[in-house]
């Protein structure tokens, strides 16, 4: 049974930066697509950037230009970088681990709080 875990959010200024973790366990983290998602008070969840097992980068279009998703498959962890953060951006960031044609191996970690505000 897989487990993810999410770090590094925290209160940021307007313009700054910030760089999230997500570390998987009890899995082959190199097999997994992984996602970084969010959800801010009264919105639905949403997609902010994912990269499958091959390297490929999607970004939402809020994401673009802005975010950077990376993994590492030796240390099993999944980061992205945030940076020119925007008061917008404040949510809480949820890691998700897909293990692809397996509905079963689909890990939600248990969420980061990132705000931004002056």
């Known amino acids: 049974q897989g487990q993810v875990v999410e770090s590094g959010g925290g209160l940021v200024q307007p313009g700054g930066s910030l760089r999230l973790s997500c570390a998987l366990s009890g899995s082959t983290f190199r097999l997994y697509d992984m996602g970084w998602y969010r959800q801010a008070p009264g919105r639905q969840r949403e997609l902010v950037a994912e990269?499958?097992?091959?390297?490929?980068?999607h970004y939402a279009d809020s994401a673009k230009g802005r975010f950077t998703i990376s993994r590492d498959n030796a240390k099993g962890t999944m980061y992205l970088q945030m940076n020119s953060l925007k008061p917008e951006d404040t949510a809480v960031y949820y890691c998700?681990?897909?293990?692809?044609?397996?509905?079963?191996?689909?890990?939600w970690g248990q969420g980061t709080q990132v705000t931004v505000s002056s």
């Open positions: 998700n681990a897909r293990l692809p044609g397996n509905q079963a191996r689909d890990y």
């Open positions: 990269i499958a097992r091959g390297g490929n980068t």
